[in-house]
């Protein structure tokens, strides 16, 4: 007789096994209908599942998240069952859930062509019509992989193979077809209803290694209404015009090349842009009470060892043997070569807190697939500070940095920001008792940050628990940006320590912060979320000033002279061409101020201000205009 507890703290008695369909229908008939998943202690099961002891359970709906994930997951088997049906020797590899969507990755010698996605669409809405019942079976790991070998599926054969014994080996049917997963899924195909669409096709290589096989990606999206997907669709679009890769060439800001993979080829402008924002920092950070150090990029394989990145972060590590056989490796991350630096000279509590910023480049090995723009990238700059204090002094500290963050996405143009607080993960360092100190500390200063927050329960760093600063962009997009990590074990590992007020030593409280995580990544964010039209401030190039005619070019020079001698990045367009060919060419390139020079404003020591996206003009004395734009090129909060 098992009993029921739900998450309102009532219970349902049962005088034998239950399914989560009954649990559903005993709340209420609504509930029944709308339905898709349930928990069980915490652990999602399909709705059929029979429940035959005591326990907690929570009904998911298309409303949560865990709903709408599970609506994707199975829209992501129809579209495998689609592409079998109308391409028979397509084999499938892998279909999960990702951000706003799925995708499966397909074993095919023929590419997917823009027709193809319109057929597989039309055949996956034939199968949620169909309304194919699901069932799940757990068959014996050997069974499984003969039965998918002779079926062909010789990708499926070896996932099976590197599942863990004490793992079982589910498979799914929906109606005939089937699939090796983990589950849950709905009852049936037409659960998942009609409001989905496939986005693109891509390459990528069997996981994630390019030494492997390339396989090809169909990406789709599927939401519980029309709506909802109408609106993804428009943010698409509207995504695809902001892309950092397009504008960013566009722009003239950098490029990529295969003989560097992962890193970043800067231009002129692009540059302009990178110290711009490190100018930023660095004025804000001393105001801060940082002090800016510097560490070297390759370091001896002793000290990752003692902190503990061999053995967490090894395989992503560039590495170097040198003629004497011993091992250096490219840093990753900065933060013990922080620690080196705090550990010269003697420390005493008055010194505490101590704030140490560093501007470092790290490179760390990602997967050839994974690679994406500045979004993903191998080698970039981390903000980095690291704050040596007392335990006493974890909370306010950690409020100081959360406060200069919001203040500083603001003046970026980031006023909705939320907070995502994630405590110890199963595999770390350190004392339970620390982390308990630790954890205790950070999430005090969440809560009296006063803003929204998630926990995210065994997510935090291998070394403390941390915060993560989420950005909305201007078209409803999330980023995570800014950490705030909490470390009482890297000191200790690597002999920190200070002396206290009764002569004692002790060893310090680390807190790990960026604000931008990477300035590369940082960046395209701000591509994107200003569609290249950064505020006058911070743009790349910020005036170009335009002769009417090569008769203006002195005046036109003298011009722009005095417009960099105060400050604002300006060039001055010579070019041998007309004015509206040059015109487009700069806006086009995204410079938010023209400055147009002929004979009136020759005459009149003036010049003609023609603003991006306006074709309204205004003329200017040139004192009046270096006095007025002068005064906009500053953040906000300077």
Known sequence: MPNIKLPDGNSLNFDKKVTGFQIAEKISKSLSK?????????????????????????IYTAKDKEGLETI????????????????????????????????????????????????????????VERDEPTHREVWK?????????????????????????????????????????????????????????LTKVSGAYWRG??????????????????KELDNYLKMIEEAEK???????????????????????????????????????????QKKAGYKEINTPEILDRGLWEKSGHWEKFGEHMYTSTTPDEKIFAIKPMNCPGCVQVFNQGLKSYRDLPLKMSEFGKVHRYEPSGALHGLMRVRAFTQDDAHIFC????????????????????????????????????????????????????????????????????????FYGPKIEFVLRDAIGRDWQCGTLQVDLNLPERLSASYVDKDGSKKIPVMLHRALFGSLERFIGILIENYAGKFPFWI?????????????????????????????????????????????????????????????????????????????????????????????????VSN
């Open 141 to 197: 790991r050997d069974k499984a992989i003969e039965h998918f070998k002779k079926a062909g599926e010789i990708y499926k054969a070896e996932i099976i193979k590197d599942i863990p014994k004490e793992e079982e080996v589910s498979v799914y049917f929906h109606g005939k077809w089937h699939d090796l997963c983990r589950g849950p899924h709905l009852s049936s195909t037409g659960k998942i209803g009609k409001y989905f669409k």
């Open 242 to 284: 902001r892309d950092h890769r397009k504008l960013g060439k566009e722009m003239d800001l950098f490029h990529f090349r295969e003989e560097s993979p992962g890193s970043v080829f800067w231009h002129e402008r692009g540059w302009n842009l990178f110290q711009k924002l490190i100018d930023y920092m660095r004025l804000r």
């Open 72 to 127: 994707r997951h199975d829209t992501a088997h129809v579209l495998a069952m689609a592409v079998q049906e109308i391409f028979p020797k397509t084999q499938v590899t892998i279909g999960p859930v990702i951000d706003n969507g799925f995708y499966y990755d397909f074993a095919r010698k023929d590419p997917f062509t823009e027709e193809d996605l319109r057929k597989i669409e039309k055949k996956m809405m034939e199968i």
């Open 539 to 635: 743009s790349p190039l910020q005036v170009v000033v335009i002769p009417v005619s090569d008769d203006f070019d002195k005046y036109s020079k003298e011009v722009a002279d005095k417009v960099n001698n105060s400050g604002i990045n300006c060039q001055v367009d010579l070019k041998n061409h007309n004015l509206n060919y040059k015109i487009r060419e700069h806006s086009l390139a995204k410079v938010p101020i023209l400055l147009i020079c002929g004979k009136k404003e020759v005459d009149t020591n003036s010049v003609t201000i023609r603003k991006l996206d306006s074709n309204d003009q205004e003329n200017m004395k040139l004192d009046k205009f270096l006095e007025k734009y002068t005064a906009l090129n500053q953040a």
């Open 209 to 226: 290694d390019s030494k492997n096989e390339m396989l090809q990606r169909i990406y789709g999206t599927s939401w519980p209404s029309q």
């Open 390 to 461: 007392t335990e006493d002094q974890i909370t306010q500290e950690s409020l100081s940095v959360t406060n200069l963050i919001l203040d500083i996405y603001k003046d970026l143009g980031f006023k909705n920001v939320i907070l995502k607080y994630s405590d110890r993960p199963e595999v770390r360092v350190g004392d339970d008792k620390v982390w308990d100190k630790s954890e205790a500390a950070l999430l005090e200063a969440v809560k009296e940050s006063k803003l929204e927050y998630s926990i995210n329960k065994g997510e935090g760093a």
């Open 34 to 58: 709308q339905a898709l998943i349930i928990s069980i202690d915490g652990n999602l099961k399909d709705l059929n599942y029979e429940i035959d002891h005591d326990c907690s359970v929570k």
